[in-house]
């Protein structure tokens, strides 16, 4: 997947995380230990892109990346943006597939816009 589409996809998960049909930000970020706990026990596909998410997260804390910021100052601190974009429209897009994976294991599977049931 082209970088612009992840970051066009991105944005579109923060837009669609404050619209009122949606799952709010509490119900996502309430939903991740459930995620992690199903990822881990193999029930739930999400092992990939969650490992993506932890990579981006310790690569915000890590002390290398304070090297950069030091030496190009404001150029240096871009990349961490980007980082943050990417992780956190990544948290909200993936928060509301488990969600909606978990309510189609328990029978209350709701069916989306433009989505083929059958």
């Known amino acids: ?22 799952p709010g930000v509490g119900n996502r970020l309430a939903a991740l230990p459930r ?31 304070v090297l950069p910021e030091a030496f190009f100052l404001i150029f240096g601190l871009i990349d961490d943006a980007f980082v943050v974009t990417w992780l956190t429209g990544a948290v909200l897009s993936e928060t509301e597939r488990f ?3 978990e ?3 328990k029978g209350k599977a709701k069916v989306l816009p433009g989505q083929v049931v059958g």
Do not use: C, H
């Open 99 to 101: 969600l909606e994976w």
């Open 1 to 22: 997947m082209p970088a612009k589409l992840r970051r066009r996809n991105a944005l579109l998960a923060f837009a669609r995380a404050f619209q009122p049909d949606s």
């Open 103 to 105: 309510a189609g294991r």
């Open 35 to 65: 995620m992690i706990k199903a990822t881990f026990k193999r029930e739930y596909d999400g092992g990939g892109r969650l490992a993506l998410m932890v990579l981006a997260g310790l690569y915000i804390l890590s002390p290398i990346d």
